[in-house]
């Protein structure tokens, strides 16, 4: 079963399967994306869920409006008749990995004769009256029978799912330099250009201003400062050929607007 999000600014697709895990059987789940408006899809994250000796099987995988996952499963073992758990995940979870394992009912037989038949209509979804809570539903043993299943349907929801929306990204900038290094004779002069990139829509004045200036030197900004539509700045070193050293130094250029600084760095070679 394949589970498909659109969150606007990506595309989501959830599948799991079981396979070998060492002596037993796991469920590998993977999360593929792709961009908005294509359908070339990538591995965003993947992995298997064993974390015991006990099998794990019939698997079914949804993601919530919060992008929480949830994952529930049939598993049982040499001390454990056919039971029901899952897991999930949350965004704040590092990628690849699943939470611990609860249980949603605990199976008191097995099935003598399966008929090759067991849970194929086990399913996780969302409701949609809030795109937050799970329902997920499979089959179950109260004692040891041939073909005399139980069902059970449970929910679940993560506490940080339909919660206030998040904030809107911050305003911010990005500073960059070109070229990375520069190699002059001492008396001549030298440029670099100096790019602001505005992020999340950020409109604010950024100030240039540089540090490690080679002695007897001039690094001078034009512009000084930039706004939108944020034009490029030409940082231009002159150098003294009587009294500037020969040597290399590192360049650091910095862009500040209000509490928001940032840097980058370039390098320059004065030769005789």
Known sequence: RLA??????????LVSHSVTAGSSAGERWYEFRAPESSTTLSTYQQSTFAPD?????MGSIAMDSSQDIALGYS???SGLYPSISYTGRTTADPLGTMETEASIVSGAGSQTDTSNRWGDYTSMALDAGDDCTFWYTNQYYTLTASFDWSTRLASLKFSNCGGPPPPPPTGDFSISAAPQGQTIRRGSSTTYTVTVTPLNGFTGTVNLSNSGCPPASTCTFNPASVSPPYPASTLTVSTSRSRTPTGTYTLTITGTSGTLVHSTNVGLTITR
């Open 4 to 13: 498909y999000r659109n969150f606007s600014d990506h595309q989501t697709w």
């Open 53 to 57: 000796s006990n099998y794990r099987w």
């Open 75 to 77: 598993v049982s073992g």
